[in-house]
């Protein structure tokens, strides 16, 4: 963000309607975004939308959906909602999540839109109501920016009401001592203060290994990290790169020194792991919390599953490929724990791309033993109950109802691979025509007896 672009974000609350920049962010996130019709989780967050529930309750099942890999469809489910019903928490929810690295720009008109809602400037002398809320959120989010400028005029908002507020009066009194010391005008304003979706620029240069990486475009964002493209001069090649978040950026209250184990154990693990359909492990910086991988610029199956670029007529070819790579996950000693095909990305755009198999965040080894993990759709029968350790034949269910969902597209899998059912029998739903060998291969896959589980 520059100061230029912060003079633009300081006009009048009310200059862009509210469902104009939720029309946006369906716009940006819709695509490969899971459905309502898809998701029954999903469905019931659209019901409670619906239904004008407390903003606390919608929260917690945003948090569910987020901790389930499907962020984006409940943030277009949200902004969708705000057509009929413009309310000023929902659309501050999704600018907060917008603002945490996905889209600060968009999450920053979307919360400023809210704030030019009615039924904010009528309470906006009521302490704690929206317009407070909404004036934090801007103020702290350009404060880091490090456009203090921008950020004192919402602090100032906020005092105008409460005098003695402490996020408040904390964030104006850093804002003007940036000011003071800095002397920020826009021709004289470094350019190492820039953001990039939430982190500074200038950290990230050095902590990226000074002018090693030159960072493009963010690729995404999970609870802990997030995943930029970039290019290493070094050795001319474009990569991906996943830095852990800030303590302040994440959605998390897990401690930082656990998430750095998890996040360098996934390293530890690809670096392990040799396979032509696994990502490939690059570079690793313990110091600055990032690794570099293989860019694959395909996005994720599930992507090309909703765009139509892979059907049952790739299942031969991805099925021969996932099956590779979970053999050298085996071969590794390892246990993936979280097969899915938005962890399984596609290395070109376009049809018949090979894969390659990625997020290995909650991974194991094949002796160890831990709380189960997962997304519910693809967990195997005996990880539905507490107490059982995953294995490679759980890895290989999972990998059976991936290549179930291929078989079937465009067609959605049954709602029951949604439930909690143990006694699931996912065998019912292997068509019978698949090409040979795959209707007997993926019957075995999808065994409730893990011994059976054979590719």
């Known amino acids: 963000m520059t100061a230029e672009w912060a003079v633009a974000m300081a006009g009048d609350a009310d200059d862009v309607p509210l469902w104009t920049v939720a029309q946006e962010v369906v716009a940006q996130f819709g695509d490969g975004a899971a459905r309502p019709e898809e998701l029954a989780d999903l469905g019931a967050l659209v019901d409670s939308l619906a239904a004008a529930t407390a903003i606390d309750a919608l929260e917690a099942e945003l948090r569910a959906l987020s901790h389930a890999g499907y962020l984006r469809g409940a943030l277009v489910a949200m902004a969708s909602s705000l057509h009929e019903r413009p309310r000023a ?5 999704i600018a907060r999540e917008l603002m945490d690295a996905l889209a600060l720009e968009l999450g920053v008109r979307l919360c400023r839109a809210a704030l030019a809602l009615p039924a904010v400037q009528q309470s906006r002398w009521t302490p704690g109501a929206a317009f407070t809320t909404g004036n934090l959120m801007l103020g702290d989010c350009l404060l880091d920016a490090g456009d203090a400028a921008g950020a004192l005029r919402h602090f100032e908002a906020v005092l105008s009401v409460e005098v003695d507020h402490a996020r408040g009066r904390s964030g104006f009194s850093t804002a003007v001592a940036h000011l003071e010391r800095l002397g920020i005008t826009p021709e004289h304003r470094s350019r190492g203060l820039a953001l990039l979706d939430g982190l500074q620029d200038l950290e990230l240069s050095h902590a990226l290994g000074g002018d090693r990486y030159e960072l493009s475009r963010p690729l995404g964002r999970g609870r802990h990290a997030v995943v930029y493209e970039a290019y290493d001069r070094r050795v001319g090649r474009s990569v991906a790169i996943k830095r852990l ?9 897990v401690p930082i020194r656990v998430l750095e184990q998890r996040f360098f154990s996934e390293a530890r693990t690809l ?3 040799r396979s032509p359909y696994v990502v490939g492990l690059l570079d690793v910086q313990t110091r600055q919390r990032f690794i570099a991988m293989d860019l694959c610029r395909g996005g994720n199956l599930r992507l090309a599953l909703r765009r139509g670029l892979v059907d049952r007529e790739d299942l031969p070819r991805i099925g021969e490929q ?3 790579a979970l053999d050298a996950v085996r071969t590794a000693s390892a246990v993936h724990r979280d097969i899915k095909p938005a962890n399984i990305l596609v290395r070109r755009q ?5 894969i390659a198999l990625a997020d290995f965040g909650l991974a194991i080894g094949s002796e160890q033993s831990g709380p189960n993990a997962g997304t519910l759709r693809y967990l195997a029968p005996e990880l539905r109950v507490a107490g059982t350790r995953a294995t490679a034949a759980s890895d290989r269910f999972s990998a059976g109802v991936v290549l179930l969902e291929l078989a079937c597209a465009p067609s959605p899998l049954p709602p ?5 059912d143990t006694e699931l029998d996912a065998r019912a739903f292997v068509p019978a025509n698949l090409p040979d060998p795959w209707t007997p291969r993926l019957q075995r896959l999808l065994s409730p007896d893990p011994q059976e589980r054979t590719w």
């Open 245 to 253: 978040l800030e303590p302040d950026a994440r959605r998390s209250t």
């Open 416 to 420: 029951l691979f949604d439930s909690l």
């Open 350 to 354: 376009g049809r018949g791309s090979p």
């Open 89 to 93: 928490d929902v659309a501050m929810t």
């Open 322 to 324: 996932l099956g590779a």
């Open 271 to 273: 670096a392990k792991v």
